[in-house]
């Protein structure tokens, strides 16, 4: 599944450069410790933390996340937004908690 | 963030080793009367001009050229931001860097000590040139770990024997050891708690 879809199915509020939209995701990793993430997440990967750090950006260029989910409304900041469009990396905000997304990912079949 | 503060120590450790530091010294203050926890790492290493200073505190400074690395000072200051704390920075270029993270201690998000024996000895165990000073403030007791002093009594032997290096580790977290009488789950962070649901 492309960025794109993910966001239209979703529903979720979404930030993305062109060629974020076009990012194919392989699977989901959950985790607010960044350097677990680090260690643990794959490329490819739909990223759902209530992390909305600048770090998490960092994070995700790193590890080639294709979206940055943050979940529960988590406050995400301008600079948050402005980085993850210039690194083309997609960023979502969801009121949802990390467990719902979850199963809204399964209900996708990711 | 990383799972726990020796984590954090060891990254700020070997920064200060990769900057050609010949003296670190490492303070850790832990103190519930003041509600405060902090990890402060000093060294004479080759420092930084002020230009640096501020690059080294974007997590996308290094990540992009050399990958894995360059994350540890924004996730140390982000841990300071988290845990209501604060942030210091401070480098001179040939003189060294100071760096200090504060956090307040019943803060839900300060993360757990970890191994810091381990830790100390890996970063001493980096260049065993290196001198290290290590001390432990709490409201109870006072601790110093020093590897000079350690190695005037080895004399040729290296620390980073495993009996050695095994003995060094269990020393320092037995230095470091607070009595358990902390009520766990009484009150436990209560003012936390409250704090976070005010804000």
Redesign the interface.
């Known amino acids: 599944m492309q960025v794109k879809e993910f966001a239209q199915k979703t529903g979720f509020k979404i930030w993305a450069s062109e060629k974020a939209l076009e990012k194919e995701i392989s699977g989901v990793f959950v985790g607010d410790l960044l350097s677990w993430v680090i260690g643990n997440s794959e490329a490819n990967q739909i990223w759902i933390t209530v992390q909305s750090h600048l770090n998490s950006v960092a994070v995700s260029a790193l590890k080639e996340i294709s979206v940055l989910v943050i979940a529960q409304d988590a406050k995400i900041e301008q600079e948050v937004i402005d980085r993850a469009l210039e690194e083309d990396i997609a960023l979502c905000a969801s009121r949802l908690s990390a467990y719902e997304i979850c199963k809204k990912c399964v209900e996708l079949g990711l | 963030?990383?799972?726990d503060l020796s984590?954090y120590l060891l990254d700020i450790a070997s920064n200060s080793i990769r900057a050609g530091a010949s003296h670190i010294m490492i303070r850790f203050v832990d103190s519930k009367k003041k509600n405060e926890i902090s990890l402060e790492i000093r060294d004479d290493g080759k420092g930084m001009d002020e230009a640096m200073v501020k690059k080294v505190q974007d997590?996308?400074f290094t990540?992009?050229k050399t990958?894995?690395i360059g994350?540890g000072i924004?996730?140390f200051k982000?841990l300071a931001?988290?845990c209501e704390g604060r942030f210091e920075l401070e480098s001179k270029v040939n003189k060294g860097t100071r760096i200090k993270c504060t956090m307040k201690k019943d803060h839900w998000d300060v993360p757990p000590r970890g191994d810091i024996g381990d830790a100390l000895v890996l970063a001493l165990c980096m260049n065993e040139a290196v001198h290290i000073h290590f001390d432990y403030i709490s409201d109870e007791k006072q601790f110093s770990f020093d590897s000079q002093q350690i190695r005037e009594i080895l004399g040729d032997v290296s620390i980073c024997e495993a009996e050695i290096s095994s003995w060094c580790k269990a020393y320092i977290n037995e230095g470091i050891k607070e009595e358990e009488k902390d009520e766990v789950i009484s009150g436990f962070k209560s003012s936390a708690r409250s704090d976070k649901e005010t804000s």
Do not use: G, N, S
């Open positions: 963030m990383m799972a984590m997590p996308f990540t992009r990958r894995k994350l924004p996730f982000e931001q988290q």
